[in-house]
């Protein structure tokens, strides 16, 4: 894998490099019932943010980036007992995503380009938690696999792009109630991202 970056890195025609900070809406294909109030009651813990490069070939590039994720994931079950409340509760997700991009350059100008882009994204834990029931037995996957598809435009050293993310669902139960009701929640949705690029 290194060796075959290496060989990109010598063949690409020039470099970029960068951070990036974003928004993982709960806005799904499934699921369209989006409003403001949504935004602002999910925003601050649905946050991402990391690092990007990019490597351009032409109207073609490879873009790799590496972000830290935060989403909250609610959800709602009822045991299987007779007269049993419904419960709620919550699962924090925290993650460490790497999706490897593979772009091209729709419009490509001096101070401005806007552009398409697709690959897989590879996701790993890294600390998710559930909120209310702590004691119950559940875990988390290690690691999970999705795909992002979107577009960006570049102003100058500004990047903004927007993606759908198919993501892997890292959530797991051994309650079968509630791994029923974690299923309805899936953990794709529209993302958001700002970068500024450093080279």
């Known amino acids: 894998m290194t060796l075959v970056f290496i060989i990109f890195c010598a063949q690409a025609q020039s470099f970029n490099a960068g951070l990036k900070i974003g928004y993982n809406s709960s806005f799904t294909l499934s699921n369209p019932n989006y409003t403001v109030d949504t935004f602002k009651s999910e925003f601050w813990e649905n946050m991402k943010f990391g690092c990007f490069a990019r490597l351009n070939f032409s109207k073609l590039y490879l873009q790799p980036e590496l972000m830290y994720v935060m989403q909250r994931k609610d959800y709602q079950f009822s ?24 772009g091209y350059k729709l419009i490509d100008l001096k101070v401005a380009s ?36 979107g577009a960006s435009a570049d102003v100058l050293m500004l990047t903004f792009d927007i993606r759908y993310s198919y993501a892997g669902n890292l959530v797991e139960s051994s309650w079968d109630d509630v791994k029923n009701a974690l299923s309805r929640f899936s953990n794709s949705g529209l993302t958001i991202t700002l970068g500024w690029k450093l080279l």
Do not use: H, Q
């Open 79 to 102: 045991f299987t007992s007779p007269n049993a409340p419904t419960v709620g509760d919550f699962a924090k997700i925290r993650a460490i995503d790497f999706p490897l991009l593979v």
């Open 114 to 149: 806007i552009r398409c882009f697709a690959g897989p994204n590879f996701r790993f834990n890294a600390g998710s938690r559930f909120g209310n029931l702590a004691e119950t037995e559940k875990s988390f996957k290690d690691a999970a696999i999705g795909f992002d598809i």
